[in-house]
């Protein structure tokens, strides 16, 4: 019998898709947010050091080691002014269980979130699995990408509103808030004395020239903002499962302490490679971001005629298979049986519209065997419309 908190948390149907492409070379992995880009060497390096460390192999200190915190306090001095300490730092396992700690840190069972719709299922399901209640404001499609409907984020608020909950660039989409929204967000945390949760494990991954507009940067929002960010996407080292959580006394001290009482600590060995990642040269990111760019201009070219949008940033975009008359759940299965693309449905990752798109997640094949996609997709789905 399952219990009331898990009644309404769905499965990711990421796993269901990889099992059902199994291991065939010929099928276009397309379903996983996983890169095939390789970590920065001297993180890779530094791990590798740190295998011959005590200290590496320890719990303490339980909220991540001085090096790394102070390493992830200087990256958010650059990026928004703002001077942190190593103690306003919660080192974490992977960006995740900073947004699991950051709501726990700032909700109540019952208080809403807001979050953009479509959006990451995991954000959504934290949201419920801490008793809050997720809310929504949509992303709208337009002929340039997305942009977020800020009438409806507006009226989205209400008395039990605490926390809007953004990722920018957003998964699955790859939309990326812009200066108008991200001064309206600012806003509304100040009026409605709002908690800002940002998840930016993604924020330097832009493309097209698109400014880096960090949050916390905005007048009056280091006092408001809880930062969540990793290691994973942007120095590709999703294995590592090193994340960070930034914000203001005292909430970062209730973050510390659901994070003691969620896992202990970050694996120590880890956080050297970190240490290493975030010291590495701008072109090492830079040439990724690159590639990741060209990637996503090849499934644009690609798709030409089809019902998708522009990601401005991130791995991922998606595909408007409701216009072709499918769910997303058919969709995937059709472009795995008969296209050879293993997709993700996106059931769930939203209100109940998220189910019209399947995601396209460009970032770990390379562009020659994005080069097949625009034939796959019409030996699945027919003729572009």
Known sequence: MTVRRLQDIPGFHIDRVARAAGADPDVLRLE???????????????TERALAEDRANSYLPFEGTPELRTAVAERLYRQTGVRYTPDQVVITCGGTEGLFDALLATTDPGDEVILTDPTYAGMINRVRLVGAVPRFAPLVAGPLGWHLDLDALRQAVTARTRVLMLMSPA????????????????ALCREAELWLVYNAAMERILFDGV????????????????????????FR???????????PDPVIGDVRRAHLY??????GIAQAGAVAALEAPAEDFEACRREWQRRRDTVLEQLAGW??????GGWSLLLDVAVLGLSSTAASDRLLAAGRVAATPMRDWGSAGSDRYVRLVYSNEPVARLRTLGRRVEAALGAAR
């Open 237 to 247: 080292m999703i294995g590592w499962r090193i994340g960070w959580v930034v914000g």
């Open 32 to 46: 996983n947010l996983d890169t095939d880009l390789r970590p920065p060497a001297a993180a890779v390096a530094a």
């Open 171 to 186: 998964m699955p989409a790859g939309a990326v808030l812009d200066q108008a929204a991200w001064d309206a967000v600012a």
């Open 211 to 234: 400014p880096f507009i960090h949050p916390a940067g905005l007048p009056g929002m280091a006092a408001r903002t809880l930062t969540v960010g990793s290691v994973s996407k942007e």
């Open 307 to 312: 019902p998708c949008r522009a990601a401005a």
């Open 262 to 267: 969620n896992v202990v600590t970050a694996t």
